[in-house]
């Protein structure tokens, strides 16, 4: 279970890391959306918000509870995809933030990275949760394998990398 407050602050410190890299009107993409937890606070600093997630058979409880937080906040859209077929609705360098929170195994991370990387615009930013060791070390391999090593890696877990 995460602790709310990590999270919380967490990605609070994302978003200041970034805050004066990019424009006043910005649109990001969160792989893994689950109960819209993180969606709701990206919400607050993004423009738009696209939350991708299948939420799959089995999952109707937690998508449940992601369209009941997020029924009220009119700039997050419900994605209800997975991450390979979302991102071919978006057009190369038409993003400015996105965020990995679905699979943490090493193979699904780096392809998400893989789908994702060309719709960031240059000078904007690329990031995701559980770069930790442990059950999500996929996440570090898959990260440091392409990135070297993030730019940033915050309380939360969440990391960070610039695209140039």
Known sequence: MRDTSDLQQGLADLLSYMHDSLPTEKTMVEIGSYAGESAAIFAKAFTAVYA????????????????????????????KK?????????????????????????????????????????GCFIG????????NAGVIYAVDELFGKPDKVFMDSSWIKQVE
Request: net charge negative; charged share 40%; aromatic share 12%.
């Open 52 to 79: 991708v997630d299948p939420w799959s058979l089995g999952m109707r409880p937690v998508e449940k509870a992601f369209d009941k937080r997020t029924k009220d906040i009119r700039n997050i859209t419900k994605v």
């Open 82 to 122: 997975r991450s390979e077929e979302a991102a071919r609705f978006f057009e190369d360098e038409s993003l400015d933030f996105v965020y990995i929170d679905a699979l943490h195994d090493y193979q699904s991370v780096k392809d998400d990275i893989h789908y994702w990387l060309p719709k960031i615009k240059k």
């Open 128 to 135: 995701g949760h559980d770069y930790e060791t442990g059950e």
